[in-house]
């Protein structure tokens, strides 16, 4: 399956800073979801988008489906230290297999 | 509670050796999944199933074999056939193919 292109690799910020990373991919999508990976545990979902311009949230989480629905974006408002994680993106082009981004490694330091 | 499964935590495989990963569902799920996780890598898949007694390779299935006996257990077997099995390895599971999945806590294993 095609890789996709996720940024930054990683990110350090101040608790209560805003963050924001992005996915895209050279082909359309069908589907775009957002992971959070805690160390030595699975992904669990965040937040699914499942058409073009969707902006949808999750309490301080935001993400949305690129209207060209080659890209996604999330965003973390007024972080908190258990925001800690790797954030993954994923997305269905077609079919069942998913595709996935190498993830965002997130650090909060107080 | 409805969850997926993963057992064992850890795992320790010897040359030579077949080892059995465990991954059940109670979700009621149609599709489940097998990924390869290695450190600051994506998920790769290895095999995918649609339904009972039915299922399909992925991205890196060499080495792997799976079966689909039931609809609560996909079974993943790393076998001697795999030269490089360390890796963390994550089972999913969705309603059906084109929905959301959603994972196990995986196994991690290593080679002694």
């Known amino acids: 399956g095609q890789q996709l292109n996720q940024s930054p690799q990683s990110m350090f910020i101040q608790e209560g800073e805003d963050v924001s990373m992005n996915c895209t991919s050279s082909?359309?999508?069908?589907?775009w979801l957002w992971y959070k990976q805690d160390p030595g545990e699975g992904p669990v979902l965040l937040i699914a988008?499942?058409?073009?311009?969707e902006l949808t949230s999750n309490g301080r989480l935001t993400a949305q489906f690129g209207i060209t629905r080659k890209d996604s974006f999330l965003n973390i408002s007024a972080s908190i230290p258990s925001d800690v994680g790797i954030y993954f993106c994923?997305?269905?082009?077609?079919?069942?297999?998913?595709?996935f981004g190498k993830g965002t490694s997130l650090l909060v330091t107080p | 509670d409805g969850g997926i499964t993963q057992s064992p935590k850890y795992l320790f495989r010897k040359e030579g050796q077949n080892v059995t990963l465990s991954c059940e569902q109670n979700?009621?799920?149609?599709?489940m999944y097998w990924y390869r996780q290695d450190p600051g890598q994506g998920l790769r898949l290895i095999y995918y199933?649609?339904?009972?007694?039915?299922?399909q390779k992925g991205d890196i299935a060499e080495g792997y074999s799976v079966s689909r006996e039931k609809k609560e257990s996909f079974p993943l077997t790393v076998t001697s056939a795999q030269k490089n099995p360390t890796a963390f390895y994550l089972c999913?599971?969705?309603?059906?193919?084109?929905?959301?999945?959603?994972f196990g806590d995986g196994t991690r294993l290593s080679i002694l």
């Open positions: 999913a599971s969705s309603r059906t193919g084109s929905q959301p999945q959603h």
């Open positions: 082909s359309i999508f069908n589907t």
């Open positions: 988008l499942y058409k073009a311009g």
């Open positions: 994923a997305g269905h082009e077609s079919g069942y297999a998913l595709n």
């Open positions: 979700l009621n799920h149609d599709a």
């Open positions: 199933s649609q339904i009972v007694n039915d299922f």
